[in-house]
């Protein structure tokens, strides 16, 4: 009976961690579609984002209680929730940044979509190589430090392509508000990115500690 409840667990888990996946795929549509003034479509990827995000928190509330109540995995438990509250933060990030899109909307440089694609792009690797290797500590625990690694070093990509955007803004004729308006809208993207690591951060941790 211990072992169904732990198999079920891990099942909603692996349900939580689908919808971080689909919330950043999402979040790249919504990004492609701004950029291409689809603006219908872009707010019903907004509403999509917004519904995953919701459906994602419910889980995860229903997962901690959960793990308090049914003492299920209890050396773990506190990384496990740990980890979970983390990535959940990450996903809420992701729909934060569409819907100040969906507020603000920013007037971005023509010459910059490439980079904004590539940016969402590089910040989304992080967010699902995050989520591989939160998937791992469960099942192959030898796999986390490769993803590990993967996530360190599209962080640093995000980071490169951020600062180019902001060198190009920042050497236009624009008025300050407009380059500070950008540099808004790139650092918000770019905390997606900064908080996969932070995950990975707590995840690298996690592993230590299952082998002391």
């Given at each position: 009976m211990f072992l169904k409840k732990t198999r079920k667990l891990e099942t909603q888990i692996d349900?939580?961690?689908?919808?971080?996946?689909?919330?950043?795929?999402?979040f790249k549509l919504g990004i492609r579609c701004y950029l291409d003034h689809q603006m219908e479509a872009f707010e019903g990827h907004l509403k999509d984002l917004r519904k995953v995000e919701e459906n994602a928190d419910d889980l995860r509330r229903n997962i901690e209680i959960k793990l308090y109540t049914r003492t299920l995995i209890p050396e773990a438990r506190g990384d496990v929730l740990g980890l979970l509250e983390s990535c959940d933060k990450a996903l809420n990030i992701t729909a934060e940044t569409l819907l100040e899109f969906s507020v603000e909307i920013p007037n971005l440089l023509p010459e910059l979509k490439n980079d904004y694609l590539e940016i969402a792009e590089s910040s989304i690797s992080c967010l699902e190589n995050t989520v591989s290797g939160?998937?791992?500590?469960?099942r192959n625990i030898d796999a986390v430090r490769d993803y590990v690694t993967k996530v360190q070093f599209y962080k640093k990509e995000t980071n490169k392509i951020a600062e180019r955007i902001k060198r190009t803004v920042f050497r236009t004729d624009n008025e300050l508000s407009f380059k500070i308006h950008t540099r808004y809208f790139t650092f918000h993207i770019e905390r997606i990115a900064e908080q996969?690591?932070?995950?990975?951060?707590?995840?690298?941790?996690?592993i230590i500690k299952r082998f002391e």
């Open positions: 349900e939580y961690l689908d919808l971080v996946i689909t919330g950043g795929l999402i939160i998937r791992s500590y469960f996969s690591e932070d995950v990975c951060d707590r995840l690298s941790i996690a």
